[in-house]
Every structure is written in C-alpha cells, then in structure tokens.
C-alpha cells in the first residue's frame, strides 16, 4: 500500500507542484478519457478544460500538497486523499482544500478519472 501511495503522490504532483511542466500529450495519458473534476470553487471541468488549462499555463500556481493517505476501492482503482493550499508571491498561504482523486489501473497505467476539491480552513 505504500508503494500504490508514493506511485499516486507522484502522478498527482505532476498536476500541480511548481517546475513541473506537463506536456499535453502526457496530460492526456495522465487524465482518463471519462476524466472529470469539481474544482475548490465548485465548478465543473471537463478533461478538454483541464488539459487546455494546464498545457498553456506552463508555470503553475505553487500548490503544496500534504497529508496525503490512500484507499483501495476495487481491484485497479483508488482514491488518493490530500490536503493543499497555496503559495502567494510574498510567502503566504491561500486556497485551503481538502482534495480526493479517484485513480484506475488502466492499460497505459494509472490515470486520473475524477478530482474534486472543498474549501478548507487555512
């Protein structure tokens, strides 16, 4: 289970940790075709959103990302839990989430099929 947890971290900060480019046709393999997300906002996203979003913003805004646990819901499917906020220019932290991501096991290997975030106390 530790060795699924760090696998999944990993994928995961590749979406959103500083200096880590994506390039769209690794989002693409990142993001499962049915992918979807209900962001901290509440707003909805579609795969196409998303991979336009972060493959024209090649400098993400600096999320930090922690307290991250996982749980097996079925054979070749999980569901990452983490908490994040954000880093302002002067240092400051912003943006408190609880966040879950739903991972599947699929032929090109993990992928991301749903993401959601809830506003969080700082």
Do not use: K, N
Not at 8 to 33: D, F, I, M, N, Q
Not at 46 to 59: E, G, K, M, N, Y
């Amino acid at each position: 289970m530790d060795d699924l947890l760090a696998e999944l971290s990993a994928l995961e900060s590749e979406l959103h940790h500083p200096g880590v480019t994506c390039t769209r046709e690794r989002l693409e393999r990142l993001l499962h075709a049915d992918f979807h997300e209900v962001g901290r906002s509440g707003t909805r996203y579609t795969r196409q959103t998303v991979i336009d979003f972060l493959a024209d913003h090649p400098s993400p805004p600096r999320v930090v990302a922690y307290d991250h646990r996982i749980e097996r819901l079925a054979d070749g499917v999980a569901l990452l839990h983490f908490a994040s906020h954000g880093i302002a220019g002067d240092g400051t932290r912003h943006s408190a989430a609880l966040r879950m991501s739903v991972w599947r096991r699929t032929a090109l290997g993990w992928q991301l099929s749903y993401h959601q975030g809830t506003p969080a106390a700082s």
